[in-house]
């Protein structure tokens, strides 16, 4: 389940990766946040995929010159089951998108279904994570992230 | 026995109970290791949201329940919402009844729906108090000069 793509977006040693953490519910986003925190990570959050990728500078009236958040973006990590956008389809955007395509984006979930874990893998999701989020999951990204490089 | 270690030992005692009667699983346990001294009221902070966001999921319920036509969608919305932040936060039972719930959504059964949000409710606010004492505990504690005790 754990894939290490290969990440154009580099972090040196000194610097604390930036992560983007969508979630609707705002107790998962909170904790999320804490979790990335507490594995020296800075952490930018969203409400919902729009949100994400308005941020992101993939917005449907954006221009890319307007905003280059994406470029400072080292990874993403996101809910799958959303109101509206699903994790599944911000996921699909991101990947299609030519600036932001080796950014890595983690898939959480509080169901294990292996169809969709299975989907998500195969649109390039660099890893799929059990809800709810335990420490020791969050370090185990964070070292995949520095090796990613 | 000293104030801090007779309050460290009620504290201990309450929240061994709490565990051993699964009103809160080893998610809790996650939420308090995440508490530092540059978050000091970080589970206060949370537990807070929870109640809030928990009692409007209870209104919204009610409300979806009692349409002439229900909506077994967003009755589902809610339940999942509902679901995902007791489990988060590591209320067990509230988490358990919520499953419950969600498997009388997908069959549209009504009665099972309202029968469910009872059960939910009666575990929420079970839970509710229960979080109330502990946290009134934990202040107690700190404001004695203690630190609350590691239960990993």
Redesign the interface.
Known sequence: MDFCSSSSSTISSHEEPHVLAVD?????R??VE??LK?SSCKVTTAENGLRALEYLGLGADQEHSTNNNGSKVNMIITDY?M?GMSGYELLKKIKESSILKDVPVVIMS?ENIPTRIDQCMEEGAQMFML??L??SDVKRLRCQLMQCQ | MEIVAKLQKQFMDFISALYRERFLDD?FL??Q??Q?ES?PD?VF??VS??FE?SEKLINNLAAALQQQVVDFKQVD?HV??F???S????AQRVKNACMAFKTFCEEKNIEGCVQCLQQVKHEYFLVKNKLETLMRLEKQILAAGGRIPDLS
């Open positions: 609707d519910n705002l107790i998962d909170k904790l804490k979790l507490k089951c109101p509080s809800k709810p335990k420490h | 998610q996650q939420l290791k995440l530092d978050n970080f902070e949370v949201l929870f966001d919305s999942h919402q679901k995902g932040s489990s988060s936060i590591g």
